[in-house]
Nanobody, 116 residues
Framework: QVQLVESGGGSVQPGGSLTLSCAAS????????LAWFRQAPGKEREWVAT???????EYADSVKGRFTISKDNAKNTGYLQMNSLKPEDTAMYYC??????????WGQGTQVTVSS
């Protein structure tokens, strides 16, 4: 069945960068919508970014100008490039995918910690 697996999380200092990956098995991102969400301890899950099948992207105000979402259909992998990281970006990051941006499939998450 379909599996999405996030990777690339870790610990970085403020101002640092990380690139998260979302590899799909039993699934293709071609013609699909991919999004990233995050959830910090004690807080509700927050939408971060979306890339539509057309290639159009949308970002939460909190990450605009710092994060870039992309996908490589040939490699069946989605990405979230995160620059200028802030402590407030600390969270578990999840990728999700589906047709028409209806996120039927979800990964298990990868932890991102930003601290001095």
């Amino acid at each position: 069945q379909v599996q999405l697996v996030e990777s690339g999380g870790g610990s970085v200092q403020p101002g640092g960068s990380l690139t998260l990956s979302c590899a799909a098995s039993g699934y293709t991102y071609s013609g699909k919508c991919l999004a990233w969400f995050r959830q910090a301890p004690g807080k509700e899950r927050e939408w971060v970014a979306t890339i539509r099948s057309s290639g159009a992207t949308e970002y939460a105000d909190s990450v605009k100008g710092r994060f870039t979402i992309s996908k490589d259909n040939a490699k069946n992998t989605g990405y979230l490039q995160m620059n200028s990281l802030k402590p407030e970006d600390t969270a578990m990051y999840y990728c999700a995918a589906g047709r028409y941006c209806a996120y039927v499939y979800w990964g298990q998450g990868t932890q991102v910690t930003v601290s001095s």
